[in-house]
């Protein structure tokens, strides 16, 4: 019973777009959220949180934003680069529960 | 300088044997948690320890016994090792809610 879902397990974006990540969740009361990313052969890194009491949060090209009455957050990257190719995690604060993630590809 | 390092990077081991993951951190933080990514690259977390006391617990075999020194460290010790063991192994600290995680430990059980 999967708390946080990526739908989307692969996403890929011409560079200079914009990349929108998606995730669902179940659990009215998680009231934290945060994206990590993750390159190959390394841990995952954090990149940015909302909290419940907020709809967006901007950080540089990156954006979420949270839908608490559809349970549903995004992540925006624009412009895209090449570099941002990773996997995207989605995950909740309390409880500590992670998406399956979502690759992203950014082609040049 | 790393901030959250483990040690062994990849660990390649028979069925039934015992085998222990270290995880230190120098940033200082309280918490520490040990998460399995198994093959469908779901990340769970399995435990997680403030202060050296355990406080979360998810439901993981007594195989896996976690062990904690000192704040900055948590080692993961595991028995009689099973083929459904492999995965890769992250260790994590937090501050604030975010996590800082290690780079991963790759283990292989044949």
């Known amino acids: 019973d999967q708390q946080v879902k990526q739908n989307s397990p692969s996403l890929s974006v011409q560079e200079g777009r914009i990349s929108i990540l998606n995730c669902d969740y179940t659990?009215?009361?998680?009231?934290?959220f945060l994206w990590y990313k993750k390159y190959p052969a390394e841990g995952p890194t954090f990149l940015i949180s909302?909290?419940?009491?907020?709809d967006k949060n901007e950080d540089g090209r990156f954006t979420v934003f949270l839908n608490k009455s559809a349970k549903h957050l995004s992540l925006h990257i624009v412009p895209s680069q090449p570099g941002d190719s990773a996997v995207y995690f989605c995950?909740?604060?309390?409880?500590?529960?992670f998406g399956k993630g979502t690759r992203l590809s950014v082609i040049a | 300088d790393t901030a959250v390092s483990q040690t062994p990077k990849y660990l390649v081991t028979q069925m039934g044997n015992d085998k222990s993951i270290k995880c230190e951190q120098n940033?200082?933080?309280?918490?520490m948690y040990w998460y399995k990514q198994d093959s469908k690259k779901f990340l769970k977390i399995m435990f997680s320890?403030?202060?050296?006391?355990?406080?979360i617990n998810e439901t993981v075999p007594n195989r896996f016994s976690p062990k904690s020194p000192d704040k900055a460290h948590l080692n993961l010790h595991i028995n009689s090792l099973e083929l459904g063991d492999s995965a890769v192994y992250f260790c994590?600290?937090?501050?604030?809610?975010?996590?800082?995680f290690g780079p991963g430990t790759r283990l292989t059980v044949l």
């Open positions: 995950a909740s604060n309390t409880p500590l529960v």
């Open positions: 940033l200082g933080h309280d918490t």
């Open positions: 320890y403030n202060n050296k006391e355990l406080i």
């Open positions: 909302i909290s419940s009491i907020k």
């Open positions: 994590a600290s937090s501050l604030r809610g975010q996590q800082f």
């Open positions: 659990n009215s009361m998680f009231d934290y």
